[in-house]
């Protein structure tokens, strides 16, 4: 079994800087697992945000957040972060920390592992 922990999420104004964690833990994890996050907010369907390879390298982001927000992952803490800049008021959802072997089946939504998510919310 795998869990994964997301902490890091509050309120925000708009503008601000938020940084998300996800811890992941369990006998079967494997620091070779892409690792990604999605989000959902209320009303709407969940959606990829971002994700990045065993390695820390070839991150990939929904147009949405590109240039402001930043994944990386520290391998030694089974840990994968996301550095949020510039947060808008669509930033406003529930954080959801994915893990997969397969970096194709992450992004469609099909991951094995999912937390239990964060709540980020960002005021005007």
């Known amino acids: 079994q795998v869990q994964l922990v997301e902490s890091g999420g509050g309120l925000v104004q708009a503008g601000g800087s938020l940084r998300l964690s996800c811890a992941a833990s369990?006998?079967?994890?494997?620091?070779?697992?892409?690792m990604g996050w999605f989000r959902q907010a209320p009303g709407k369907e969940r959606e990829f945000v971002t994700r990045v390879s065993w390695s820390g390298g070839s991150p990939y982001y929904a147009d949405s957040v590109k240039g402001r927000f930043t994944i990386s992952r520290d391998n030694a803490k089974n840990t994968v972060y996301l550095q949020m800049r510039n947060l808008k008021l669509e930033d406003t959802a529930v954080y959801y920390c994915?893990?997969?072997?397969?970096?194709?089946?992450?992004?469609?939504?099909?991951?094995?592992?999912w937390g239990q998510g964060t709540q980020v919310t960002v005021s005007s």
């Open positions: 994915a893990a997969d072997p397969s970096p194709t089946r992450l992004e469609v939504g099909r991951s094995h592992y």
């Open positions: 369990g006998r079967t994890f494997s620091s070779s697992y892409v």
